[in-house]
């Protein structure tokens, strides 16, 4: 493999406990490159969310190093991992997490104009791809589950990221709505070209993705 | 980012206009009575500093007498080379003439503003010209009016010799301004004019302190209001947080730092309170003009202070408004903003009650209540008007703080002895609620205690001051003549058609260091049967009339610590204190001594007012002879009825305002907990859902909200009784004592309490209505939907 777009080395990270700190990442080690797809699984509790909170800049790691391209992410102080949120890396939750208030269209740029690169006509596409296109002007609860992620997406890809993590995004929906998700998600992350490491449970959509890590108790299995 | 951030958080409120309403409502109801008290105060503080830069006001050094000072006096001052300025006060036709004269009058002392153009010929000629105040009426019997700047309301300058016209007091003046440094070659001023003595003049300064209690009362009130508004304010901004935890989350997730965050929601945070301040400023102008009248009427009846029944808009004081609306906002935001700065990234973002107190912060504002009452505590040691104050500030606080833990025991203990499910669950919801009605029930204590408080002494004051009336006034009609001359022909032509005559002499004089009244009586049952001693020593009547001791006022008495025994010098004479009186609605001190005594003490003073005893059925008659025969002004008799008449309605009006911002505060409690009722009913959904899916009705559950709003209405009432009980007993046996020397008897008044208990469930009931009528039309397909979010 060329030089990764991401290399995890050794990450470490406990949280505390009434009896001692309870250790979630013993030693986690691997790369990904530049448009790579890369499935995390593993049993609940093996560390995989906390894994791709640190990767993501939401966490901190305890010990060993995080890089995104030249960037080294564990280093980074709370203004540094905002503005890598905001513009590099982009989460899509379980819960969606929309912005309630914001219609849909608000919604779907929400994010790239945080990051100043809106781009009206790239959202446009990606709605109109989403099945969007007709809820623009509605609210996020005015739509299904479905729909709701696929603003999510949209949202996330709306920023043009070099980097995509996914924490079970087909985790709140039905097998045949999760699907139609997925493969929008893995198109469109195709053609930006971005990787995207996605923790799931699920075993179907493990398989669509080009890698698989499994983590085992804080360790690559 | 930033736009695109603030657009995000705005979008909250465009979203959820009801809680933007009442954000909005509350801080600016907060935020009007607040400055509406302050526009009063600033008014009347305008009108005393109008009153301070007027000659009237006495700020030069004076010559006065213990009467009139003859014209002479100060033509020979004038003539040995003192510079003096004749000035004659007196009171025509409602109006407080001032005679001047503008030549030998230093310029700052002439009306401000007003300057020499208004001074010209027809001031000094004939008829002559009066200055007043713009907006003054002025009647047609007296010379034409000019307006000016700068005149104190209700006041009317005049040169010396119009005022000497108008006032029929041909050749006297009341005082000789000082105006400058005496020729060297001057022989003093004793040897030309021996009665006359040099006083400082300090009236503005009495008036401040005189009105000072009466608006420190204004202020307490406004703040209290201000308070009980603050708690719709940090129920609505609690909860706009609350509900977007998850959007704050969202935001820091994609990018956003904590300190731009934080400072968009400062900034959203001081558009809001500076859109609520400025509806807040304007209410509080419409609340300041509508009560404005009764406060001037107040202050002048009780205590003569001039102030104008208009408003006017001064920069300090809606600049002030502003500031106490978002210093207001601060305090409420305070909290949330320091939970949102400390929220960590990954934490749940699922609205939870944001009140949801746990046991610990419950058990944690129950030590804080006990702090209140601790400095409550030694406040009370303390002693003094302020720290009477902080007294009823700490009493009523930690009352409040204390009531959420209060209610969840009896909640709780009712909860345990509930018969069957159905009660189980009332009470242990009722429970779940309490957190986020708290607030809205701790506004509600405030306003319910601050009712009972203030109506109990009220009443109690009402009860006493009848009482005592009837005792004060027993004579049947008084009368004062215009000049001794008359006042020998009244007494002549009254001879055969009273029971008794009792000449009544008095003087402005200082007492205890302090401006007081010192009033000649004369020996008759009419003063040592029904005058109201409060203490007493033997044989007091029997001193006083014979000259050897005096009584004082309660006033008097409780400020310098005087009782029946003590001694007080009186004019340069030690005296003996035989008694105290009481003497509602007087604010100054007062001493009375037998009228030979006091002619003894003040010679000069004419004998000019009487108090007569006769047969009531001919006051009628007897009233119209002495009107007709001698040409009396409508105030120069006084009957009996027309004084109690007058004396209620000055009480009446005293405590109007008070009144007004009462009904305002259990207005804005009221308001308060319609807000939390409907804003938490939108989180009910969940709790009430199972219930629902268990077979309960919607109408059933409806019929439980509002009655558990009810209950909870009633619990606070009766927490709220000891609470008002003990304010009002602070308020009559402290703040009354320290504010204008005065003590009452605390009265209980159950049926009052009654009302107000019907009309806080009414409130309550009324509030609940609607999120109950929601809650029963609630569709069934949406609280499913609760099951469906649950997976």
Not at chain 1, 62 to 82: F, H, I, K, N, Q
């Amino acid at each position: 493999m060329s030089t990764p777009l991401l290399s995890v080395r050794d990450l470490q990270k406990s949280f505390p406990a009434a009896d001692g700190p309870v250790p979630v990442l013993q030693g986690v080690t691997f790369d990904l490159a530049a448009g790579q797809t890369l499935a995390l699984t593993g049993e609940s509790g093996s560390g995989k969310s906390t894994l791709l909170h640190i990767v993501g800049g939401l966490d901190t790691a305890d010990g060993g190093a995080v890089r995104l391209g030249e960037t080294e992410v564990t280093a980074l102080d709370d203004r540094g991992r905002a503005a890598l949120r905001r513009s590099r890396v982009s989460v899509v939750f379980q819960q969606f997490n929309l912005i309630p208030s914001l219609d849909v269209g608000a919604n779907l740029a929400f994010q790239a104009r945080l990051a100043g690169r809106h781009d009206p006509a790239w959202c446009d596409t990606l709605a109109r791809r989403l099945g969007l296109a007709g809820h623009l002007s509605k609210y996020p609860e005015q739509l299904s589950g479905g729909q709701q992620q696929r603003v999510a997406i949209g949202r996330t890809l709306a920023v043009r990221p070099e980097l995509v993590l996914a924490d079970e995004p087909t985790g709140n929906l039905d097998e045949e709505t999760g699907s139609r998700v997925v493969d929008l998600m893995l198109e469109l992350v195709a053609e930006t070209g971005a990787a995207l490491l996605c923790v799931t449970h699920s075993t179907a959509l493990a398989s669509r993705m080009e890698r698989r890590l499994v983590l085992s108790r804080g360790r690559v299995a | 980012m930033i736009g695109a951030t603030l657009r995000a958080l705005l979008s909250h409120w465009w979203r959820r206009p009801f809680q933007l309403v009442t954000l909005m409502v509350g801080l600016a109801t907060a935020t009007a009575l607040w400055s509406g008290v302050q526009a009063i105060n600033a008014e009347a503080r305008a009108s005393y500093d109008r009153a301070a830069t007027t000659l009237a006001a006495g700020a030069r050094p004076r010559l006065v007498a213990d009467g009139p000072i003859p014209q002479r006096t100060y033509i020979a001052l004038r003539r040995a080379g003192h510079d003096v300025s004749p000035v004659l006060e007196g009171s025509a036709a409602g109006l407080r003439i001032i005679g001047i004269d503008p030549f030998t009058l230093p310029p700052d002392d002439l009306p401000q503003d007003t300057g020499a153009g208004s001074i010209g010929p027809d001031f000094i000629g004939e008829p002559g010209q009066l200055l007043v105040a713009p907006g003054t009426e002025v009647p047609d019997s007296l010379p034409p009016a000019t307006e000016a700047e700068g005149i104190p309301p209700g006041a009317a300058y005049a040169d010396i010799g119009t005022a000497q016209r108008v006032l029929n007091r041909p050749g006297e003046l009341s005082a000789l301004i000082i105006a400058g440094p005496s020729s060297m070659t001057a022989p003093p001023i004793a040897d030309i004019a021996p009665t006359l003595r040099r006083t400082g003049g300090t009236t503005t300064t009495d008036v401040s302190r005189l009105t000072g209690s009466f608006h420190l009362n204004l202020t307490a009130f406004g703040f209290l209001s201000f308070a009980v508004g603050l708690f719709i304010v940090r129920g609505a901004i609690g909860l706009a947080f609350e509900q977007r935890r998850g959007v704050f989350r969202t935001l820091r997730a994609l990018g956003l730092p904590r300190g731009t965050l934080l400072a968009l929601l400062s900034a959203e945070l001081l558009i809001l309170s500076l859109v609520a301040g400025a509806i807040g400023i304007a209410l509080g102008y419409l609340v300041a003009t509508l009560l404005i009248p009764d406060v001037a009427a107040t202050l002048r009846g009780l205590y003569g202070a001039e102030v104008a029944g208009e408003l006017t808009l001064r920069p300090a004081w809606w600049l002030s408004g502003f500031a106490i609306a978002t210093l207001g906002t601060a305090i409420a935001a305070a909290a949330s903003l320091w939970q949102t700065a400390r929220m960590p990234l990954l934490a749940p973002a699922n609205p939870r009650a944001w009140s949801r107190a746990s046991a610990q912060a419950l058990w944690l504002q129950a030590g804080a209540a006990a702090l209140c009452l601790a400095v409550a505590a030694v406040a009370w040691g303390i002693g003094g008007l302020a720290a009477g104050f902080v007294l009823l500030g700490g009493l009523l606080l930690s009352a409040a703080l204390a009531l959420p833990l209060i209610l969840r025991i009896v909640l709780r203990a009712a909860s345990r002895t509930a018969q069957g499910p159905r009660a189980q669950w009332f009470w242990a919801d009722a429970e779940q609620q309490l957190p986020g009605l708290s607030l809205a029930l701790m506004a509600l204590l405030l306003a319910l205690a601050a009712n009972i408080g203030v109506g109990t002494m009220v009443s109690s004051f009402r009860l006493t001051f009848t009482g005592w009336l009837d005792q004060r006034l027993a004579a049947e009609l008084n009368l004062r003549a215009e000049t001794e001359v008359q006042a020998d022909e009244i007494l002549a032509f009254l001879g055969p058609r009273v029971d008794a005559i009792l000449p009544i002499r008095s003087t402005e004089l200082p007492l205890a260091g302090a401006p007081a009244q010192l009033v000649g009586v004369a020996d008759h049952p009419t003063y040592s049967e029904t005058w109201p001693l409060i203490a007493r020593q033997p044989d007091t009547w029997e001193r006083v009339n014979a000259g050897d001791a005096a009584l004082i006022n309660a006033q008097l008495a409780r400020r310098n610590d005087l009782w029946p025994g003590a001694m007080l010098e009186i004019a340069g004479r030690d005296m003996l204190i035989a008694g105290v009186y009481s003497d509602y609605g007087n604010p100054r001190g007062e001493a009375m001594v037998g009228l030979e005594r006091f002619d003894t003490l003040f010679p000069d003073i004419p004998a000019l007012s009487f108090s007569l005893r006769l047969d009531p059925a001919g006051i009628e008659d007897l009233t119209r002879d002495l009107r007709d025969r001698f040409d009396l002004p409508e105030s120069n008799i006084m009957d009996q009825a027309s004084v109690k008449r007058a004396s209620l309605a000055i009480f009446e009006r005293t405590f109007t305002v008070t009144g007004a911002l009462n009904v305002l505060t259990l207005g804005v409690a009221g308001l308060a907990i319609l807000t939390s009722l409907l804003t938490i009913a939108t989180m009910r959904l969940p709790q009430l859902a199972p219930v629902w899916a268990l077979g309960f009705t919607r109408r059933r559950l409806a019929m439980l909200d509002l009655g558990r709003a009810v209950m909870l209405a009633a619990l606070t009432f009766v927490l709220s009784l000891p609470v008002g009980i003990a304010l009002a007993w602070v308020l009559l046996s402290v703040i009354n004592v320290e504010a204008f020397g005065w003590k009452l008897p605390l009265r209980l008044f159950p049926l009052d309490w009654l009302r107000l208990l019907v009309l806080s469930l009414l409130a309550a009931a009324l509030a609940a209505l609607v999120p109950a009528l929601r809650l029963a039309r609630t569709p069934p397909s949406e609280l499913l939907k609760v099951f469906a979010h649950e997976r």
